[in-house]
Each structure stands twice: as structure tokens, then as C-alpha cells.
């Protein structure tokens, strides 16, 4: 399943990213912030404008904002 269609509070484990769907720059800052394969997180909450952008996504003791489409390209096993 894709991240952003995790449910709230769900924990889950980032099984592949498509790093070509992410512009490089954003795929580094991804990165450097531990949003990568292995990684286990859980969303926290979603915005409430329009695409309901940014999604905060709980990364370790880490709670950091992605936008909607970084989150389409992270397929997730729920755990």
C-alpha cells in the first residue's frame, strides 16, 4: 500500500520508495531525514486545505511534514 494511504495512527515499514517520482534535491532531504527502505513510521496527522497537504509522518522520535505526492511514491507494509 502507498504511505499516504496509511491510516492515521498506523504503524507501518517503508518497503520501496520511487525515487524517480521525487525530484533529487527533495529525494536527498528525504533521505537525510531517514524517509527511506527499512524505515518504520506512522502518520500523525494530515493537513486540512485542498489536497490535505502536508502529511506529518512520525519517523523514530521524529515528527516531520512530506507532501502528499512524496508520500504516493513510499509503498508501505503496515505492521
Do not use: C, S, Y
Given at each position: 500500500?502507498?504511505?499516504?494511504?496509511?491510516?492515521?495512527?498506523?504503524?507501518?515499514?517503508?518497503?520501496?520508495?520511487?525515487?524517480?517520482?521525487?525530484?533529487?534535491?527533495?529525494?536527498?532531504?528525504?533521505?537525510?531525514?531517514?524517509?527511506?527502505?527499512?524505515?518504520?513510521?506512522?502518520?500523525?496527522h494530515?493537513?486540512?486545505?485542498?489536497?490535505?497537504?502536508?502529511?506529518?509522518?512520525?519517523i523514530?522520535?521524529?515528527?516531520?511534514?512530506?507532501?502528499?505526492?512524496?508520500?504516493?511514491?513510499m509503498?508501505?507494509?503496515?505492521?
Amino acid at each position: 500500500m502507498k504511505l499516504e494511504a496509511l491510516e492515521r495512527g498506523k504503524r507501518a515499514q517503508i518497503v520501496a520508495v520511487n525515487w524517480d517520482a521525487i525530484a533529487p534535491e527533495e529525494g536527498k532531504r528525504l533521505r537525510a531525514l531517514g524517509l527511506d527502505e527499512g524505515a518504520r513510521i506512522a502518520i500523525a496527522h494530515r493537513g486540512i486545505f485542498g489536497g490535505r497537504d502536508p502529511i506529518a509522518v512520525i519517523i523514530g522520535r521524529m515528527t516531520i511534514a512530506i507532501r502528499r505526492i512524496h508520500a504516493a511514491a513510499m509503498e508501505v507494509d503496515p505492521l
